[in-house]
């Protein structure tokens, strides 16, 4: 569903911050 073009760098940027987020939550837990 992710789209090739100008917004690949955006949705790559969100998956990996939702991916640091989760980790970063689970350590702290």
Known sequence: ???VGKN???QFTRI???AVLNIYNKINK
């Open 1 to 3: 569903m992710v789209r």
């Open 16 to 18: 990996v911050s939702s």
């Open 8 to 10: 690949d760098s955006v």
